[in-house]
């Protein structure tokens, strides 16, 4: 479903990821687990077009997409939920969905998508009309979450959704990224520093090392490596 | 006290008209943080434009009503394409450049776009139409408000709605929102926002048109200068009310505006603008933000 061929990106003198390969096929949990600064976010930026890509291809449903503007990708089904969240402080929760869906025309739909929402997280239904920039941080990855299902994304792409939360928040926030990848057959491409956690609801993971793909297979053989016990899970 | 209500409805003409400036300058400081120093400029095109427009109406003796309106539409898509190309040409090629260079950029063009206007018509202060007639029924009041001040209330309120409401709940209002708020999710959510930033470019461009129609009317005369000291005012009157803020932008402008009335009506004209200015300096010292302004805050 997505694939990436050699890219490459970074900011101005700096290049951030120098050669990233990586395949996602249509239904599954993906990974991708690295150190800070290892180039994780840049991968997730070049996909979705804010840090284009300078060299290599990007492939979604066999079309190059590395030459495309955000909002092109956006329409094309791949939605991403950055680092920090990034709720719209100023508009309300129930605004910040609707922003979600801001490429979408189906009324009926969209507020049917929105109970499903608020079935998922129903604290967003209580705090509905408070402004995004009032909530919590769990609830604001809530909200960001929702906020990029509104789009009915194909694909989604997830940054660091557990950082700076506290372990039940983030074990509920792990159920309902499995829920989603179940119940709507979302593909899920997930960057975390949680390696542990990540890796055991992926069914695959690649790690990313200074801009490269270092090691990748199956997150069971992953949890197994050694090295990686020994740099990302602590053991 | 006939005097005090006359200076009272002066003062809130003019906050009126800076206020149709000073939504162009918040506007667009909001959504990309730059002073767009060109916007007096856009604002001085849209009263020419409904200069020559109108004077060419008036030779062909069209109605009175039709000469307003043809030449505030022309005003306004005039002003609109000029405010439009501005961006395009001297700002979207620095989106990414350091903050000053954008800043430089809009000093530019603000001179080269003064000095087109000086060579493509004139130095001289040249006779405006009067487009506002005096209403009968204003009579009785006359020595108070002006016809044209009833007009340029009246106008000005109107806009300031349709703006609301636009920015409220249109959905390319809500877009303006998002980006402002945060550029680099509102491209993730799918809003193309080089369109917004041009859409708010066009319409802070159209405000400034029909306050440059405006003020043409009501002062009886305008040279290629005026968009200068409008400018600088309207701006004053933005970073008064707190820059970024579309309220703050129109509290401010009637703020500035009552301030310089009154200041010339009790003490003199002479000190209109020490007044304006002290004003604006007594305001940034204790609340550095504007009236309702917010203090920005870095994440990090």
């Known amino acids: 479903m997505l694939r990436l061929e050699n890219v490459q990106a970074g900011y101005g003198n700096i290049l951030a990821i120098k050669d990233v390969n990586l395949e996602i096929n249509k239904g599954e949990i993906i990974t991708l687990i690295g150190a800070n600064g290892a180039g994780k976010t840049t991968t997730l930026m070049s996909i979705s077009g804010v840090v284009p890509a300078r060299s290599g291809k990007i492939f979604f449903n066999n079309q190059e997409i590395q030459q495309k503007e955000p909002d092109v990708i956006v329409r094309m089904g791949i939605c991403q939920v950055p680092e920090g969240r990034h709720i719209f402080p100023e508009l309300t929760v129930r605004e910040n969905l609707d922003m979600g869906a801001f490429l979408r025309s189906d009324k009926k739909e969209i507020k049917r998508d929105i109970e499903y929402v ?25 909200l960001a979450m929702s906020r990029a299902l509104m789009a009915r994304p194909q694909l989604l792409l997830l940054d660091e959704p557990s950082m700076g939360l506290a372990p039940l928040v983030i074990k509920q926030i792990f159920e309902i990224i499995k829920q989603i990848n179940k119940e709507n057959n979302t593909t899920i491409f997930l960057v975390e520093q949680n390696a542990n956690q990540a890796l055991h609801i992926a069914d695959r993971g690649y790690v990313i090392e200074n801009g490269k793909i270092a090691l990748s297979g199956t997150s069971e053989d992953l949890l197994k490596n050694s090295d990686i016990q020994k740099a990302y899970l602590g053991i | 006290m006939d005097y005090f209500i006359e200076l009272f409805f002066s003062g809130i003409t003019r906050g009126a008209i800076y206020a149709l400036i ?19 400029e856009i604002y001085m095109i849209g009263a020419f434009t409904s200069f020559i427009v109108a004077t060419v109406l008036s030779i062909y003796g069209f109605p009175l009503l039709a000469i307003v309106l043809l030449s505030g539409v022309a005003a306004v898509i005039w002003s609109s394409a000029y405010g439009y190309t501005v961006e395009k040409i001297a700002y979207k090629p620095l989106r990414h450049a350091p903050r000053l260079s954008p800043l430089i950029s809009a000093i530019g063009m603000s001179i080269f776009l003064q000095n087109y206007v000086l060579l493509a018509q004139t130095s001289d202060f040249l006779p405006f139409p009067e487009l506002i007639p005096d209403f009968p ?19 000005t309120a109107i806009i300031m709605l349709i703006l609301t409401f636009i920015i409220k709940f249109t959905r390319v209002g809500k877009a303006m929102r998002a980006t402002a708020q945060d550029r680099t999710m509102a491209m993730l959510v ?3 926002v080089n369109q917004i930033i041009s859409v708010t470019f066009i319409i802070g461009s159209a405000l400034a048109a029909i306050g440059g129609l405006l003020i043409a009317s009501h002062i009886g005369q305008i040279n290629f200068y005026i968009g200068f ?15 970024g803020s579309i309220p703050g932008a129109v509290l401010g402008s009637l703020v500035l505006g009552l301030t310089e009335s009154f200041a010339t009506g009790y003490v003199s004209s002479d000190y209109e603008d020490v007044f304006a200015f002290s004003l604006l300096v007594l305001i940034l010292i204790f609340k550095p933000s504007g009236l309702l302004g917010k203090a920005e805050t870095k994440k990090v």
Not at chain 1, 118 to 141: H, M
Not at chain 2, 229 to 241: C, H, P, S
């Open chain 2, 137 to 155: 029924f204003m009579e009785p009041v006359a020595h108070i408000v002006g016809s044209s001040d009833l007009i340029i209330l009246i106008t």
């Open chain 2, 22 to 40: 000073a939504l162009g300058y918040t506007m667009v400081y909001g959504i990309i943080g730059l002073i767009n120093f060109a916007h007096g």
């Open chain 1, 118 to 142: 608020f079935s998922l997280f129903p604290i967003l239904a209580e705090r509905r009309g408070q402004d995004g920039g009032t909530l919590s941080g769990g609830e604001q990855q809530m």
């Open chain 2, 229 to 243: 000291l409008a400018g600088i005012k309207a701006f004053t009157a933005a970073v008064l009310g707190g820059i």
């Open chain 2, 190 to 192: 799918g809003i193309n």
